[in-house]
């Protein structure tokens, strides 16, 4: 007896953020394709696509899925191949009918015939996180040339894509910063495959240089990221989602260096350690709401980074003991204690140090991936 797909839950997410503002930031005649990797079986597929921080309309002239060797085109409200997706404003395509084994590879494609405000988008990166885009409407062409194509990083508007698939399967979002921008989300998934754990997808929701209670309304930073009050609620509900890994929190404490230094980075933008603590325990709250799980990482070494120093060391191990003592969240993922110096707590151990004493080293990321406990993967 086959098993009934009756659930829709999440395989592949990104959150949406704020792009830098350069000025080819409109494109044109280019199809954007991104390749999904499928953790579990499923009998239909849907896309969401997400303009939260545009500031114009845009339209997706054509959409296409390939898997087995096949193009499916995708439509939205109820049978249109093209859509256009109002500023502030995002979409989920129509169901699209097709078998889907776990382990494979959807590729996703989009074609942006007409000039595009390029603004909603988020860098990630990691083994499993590498899109392309391509000059031309090449949403039905498998094999596009290197001479035509070019590798990105860069996540423009698809934020999320859902399979239906049996109820046991579900998904964890790991909601952050460009810790978690970076690799460690997909070690944690390429450890579920490794491992065994049939069940669990892993979704990544995160901004680099974003801050739990501030954001940038610059020009030169706003790329930055939107503040905890403008993500939290867009980003964490997820179809299918029952655990979020909260693992943010140090851009708070490292950004503010004063407008000596600085025009856009003035001292006051430094919370305290209790307003620290009350930002996160909105995110619990919320999080509480939404009938998740609630996970929280402790923020990692930062000694030596460049606007290191004792007063936000203090403010880093105070809010790290919080996370570590509090009751009201479901457990404690102590990164910290994980990746640090025994001889110098303060700081990375070398090979966990991607350099910059403050990202972790590949070996960093996947100590992290190594430290989610496996009962949250099951």
Not at 106 to 123: A, C, D, H, I, N
Not at 214 to 223: F, N
Not at 283 to 311: E, H, S
Request: overall charge negative; proline content about 5%.
């Amino acid at each position: 007896m086959m098993n009934e797909h009756t659930r829709w839950v999440s395989v592949w997410g990104q959150a949406v953020s704020v792009a830098e503002n350069r000025p080819e930031r409109y494109a044109r005649d280019i199809t954007v394709r991104y390749p999904i990797h499928v953790p579990f079986s499923g009998s239909a597929i849907r896309l969401t696509f997400d303009n939260y921080c545009g500031t114009e309309p845009i339209t997706l002239t054509k959409t296409t899925v390939f898997y087995g060797g096949k193009f499916y085109p995708v439509s939205f409200r109820g049978g249109d191949a093209s859509v256009t997706i109002p500023a502030g404003e995002r979409i989920t395509s129509d169901p699209l009918d097709v078998e889907i084994t776990a382990g494979e590879i959807v590729q996703v494609s989009f074609y942006l015939g007409e000039f595009t405000l390029m603004r909603s988008v988020v860098y990630a990166c990691g083994a499993l996180s590498e899109g392309l885009y391509a000059n031309g409407d090449q949403t039905e062409n498998a094999a596009i040339s290197i001479d035509n194509s070019r590798k990105t990083h860069l996540f423009y508007f698809l934020c999320n894509v859902a399979v239906l698939t049996e109820p046991e399967n579900r998904a964890i979002v790991c909601y952050g910063d460009s810790i978690t921008a970076q690799d460690w989300p997909d070690e944690l998934a390429m450890r579920c495959f490794r491992e065994g754990y049939e069940h669990t997808a892993v979704i990544r929701r995160a901004t680099s240089g974003s801050r739990i209670l501030r954001e940038y309304h610059c020009l030169t930073y706003e790329s930055y990221g939107l503040s905890g009050d403008h993500r939290f609620h867009h980003e964490v509900p997820t179809t299918g989602g029952e655990v979020v890994i909260i693992q943010q929190g140090i851009n708070d404490i490292i950004h503010p260096v004063g407008t000596d230094k600085n025009v856009f980075r003035p001292m006051s933008d430094l919370p305290t350690v209790d307003q620290l603590i009350e930002g996160l325990k909105g995110y619990i709250a919320k999080a509480r709401g939404y009938g998740y799980q609630v996970y929280v990482g402790t923020l990692l070494p930062m000694g030596g980074w460049r606007t290191d120093a004792p007063f936000r060391q203090e403010m880093r191990h105070a809010y790290n003991e919080f996370i570590r003592t509090t009751d009201l969240i479901d457990g404690c993922i102590d990164f910290d204690a994980a990746l640090r110096d025994p001889e110098n707590p303060d700081h990375f151990r070398p090979e966990h140090d991607s350099g910059d004493h403050l990202h972790p080293s590949k070996k960093g990321y996947e100590r992290m991936a190594m430290e989610i406990p496996a009962k949250l993967l099951r």
